[in-house]
T-cell receptor, first 110, second 112 residues
Framework: SQQGEEDPQALSIQEGENATMNCSYK?????LQWYRQNSGRGLVHLIL?????REKHSGRLRVTLDTSKKSSSLLITASRAADTASYFCATAGSARQLTFGSGTQLTVLP | DAGVIQSPRHEVTEMGQEVTLRCKPI?????LFWYRQTMMRGLELLIY????????DSGMPEDRFSAKMPNASFSTLKIQPSEPRDSAVYFC??????????FGEGSRLTVL
């Protein structure tokens, strides 16, 4: 079963604009991770935020985590056509495995 | 490092046939995961290993599925007999203790 649910399911923006994707989950977590998947490829890890962290940055990526609302957001600033991909949040609880959400399909138009 | 290596990349088979998917994890990684991805159900964890020992196989759909990890550098996922509803992309991923998963490129299985 899927723990996280991304919103929106699909997002289309112009190059240079910012893209924001949201993730909601149901149970307590140790950390939350975001992954990117290009069409026909495997998933690539983007960023990990621990349950005691509220915000994290990596390059053009900014992730926030609100454990009281059980939600996270991924912001991609100054988007590029190469950012076109599906983006997944994944939650890690007390057990070692990750549970993935349903993903947001991002299209960046040149 | 070459990353996680999966084979075959594509497999087309007929219902009832045995399918074996293979995975070579990144050297030094203690954890290995098998996921299945479909449009309807998204990414589902099938089974994971720690130091070659299966830890949680509750995601394995039924007895037709089996997975082994005979050593730290090799794992297999076997489906016998295969059915059309098994058609999916199967991913292998490995990780250290830190939590970040490294995925292979996947094996796309089509069962006719």
């Amino acid at each position: 079963s899927q723990q996280g649910e991304e919103d929106p399911q699909a997002l289309s923006i112009q190059e240079g604009e910012n893209a924001t994707m949201n993730c909601s989950y149901k149970t307590s977590i140790n950390n939350l991770q975001w992954y990117r998947q290009n069409s026909g490829r495997g998933l690539v890890h983007l960023i990990l935020i621990r349950s005691n962290e509220r915000e994290k940055h990596s390059g053009r990526l900014r992730v926030t985590l609100d454990t009281s609302k059980k939600s996270s957001s991924l912001l991609i600033t100054a988007s590029r056509a190469a950012d076109t991909a599906s983006y997944f949040c994944a939650t890690a609880g007390s057990a070692r495995q990750l549970t993935f959400g349903s993903g947001t399909q991002l299209t960046v138009l040149p | 490092d070459a990353g996680v290596i999966q084979s075959p990349r594509h497999e087309v088979t007929e219902m009832g046939q045995e399918v074996t998917l293979r995975c070579k994890p990144i050297s030094g990684h203690d954890y290995l995961f098998w996921y299945r991805q479909t449009m309807m159900r998204g990414l589902e964890l099938l089974i994971y290993f720690n130091n070659n020992v299966p830890i949680d196989d509750s995601g394995m759909p039924e007895d037709r599925f089996s997975a082994k990890m005979p050593n730290a550098s090799f794992s297999t996922l076997k489906i016998q007999p295969s059915e059309p509803r098994d058609s999916a992309v199967y991913f292998c991923a490995s990780s250290e203790v830190t939590g970040e998963l490294f995925f292979g490129e996947g094996s796309r299985l089509t069962v006719l």
